[in-house]
């Protein structure tokens, strides 16, 4: 599945591939919020974020969203995006598990001209959904 967000300020490409990993390209970042998904279909374990921009640098911080309230994933609140990939792995303790319902986004934030922020999120499926 395809999807593109827009605005005049920039381009979003979000593609799922299958059921355990989203690939998100964002070709002008912004500071702003980056929704992925409202509302999960199953429960999830984030496993690990890879990050990458072709120029520029950025800071980018992986949310869960419960009932509209986003709340940061331990360890991976400041990820410092640049042009060199970035693997990073966050803290076991309960803020990377997401429940069906609960909203998956990022935000990029201290944009200095990053060009083409690509992340990779990776999740596994919780057994029983």
Same mark, same amino acid.
């Given at each position: ?31 702003? +919020? ?8 199953? #429960? ?23 009932? #509209? ?14 042009? *060199? ?8 303790? #309960? ?14 934030? +201290?944009?200095? +001209? #990053? ?6 999120? +990776?999740?596994?499926?919780? *057994?029983?959904?």
């Amino acid at each position: 599945m395809t999807r593109t967000l827009s605005t005049p300020q920039q381009r979003a490409l979000r593609t799922t591939f299958g059921p355990e990993s989203f690939e998100i390209l964002i070709e002008a970042v912004a500071d702003q +919020a980056y929704p992925l998904s409202l509302a999960l279909p199953v #429960g999830y374990i984030l496993l690990n974020v890879t990050t990458e921009l072709a120029s520029g640098t950025c800071t980018v911080n992986v949310q869960k969203v419960v009932a #509209g309230t986003p709340a940061s994933v331990t360890n991976l609140s400041a990820i410092s995006a640049t042009a *060199t990939q970035l693997e990073s792995t966050p803290t076991d303790d #309960g803020t990377n598990v997401f429940a069906a319902g609960d909203g998956l986004q990022f935000t990029a934030s +201290a944009n200095a +001209a #990053g060009v083409d922020l690509s992340i990779t999120i +990776a999740m596994q499926r919780i *057994t029983g959904n």
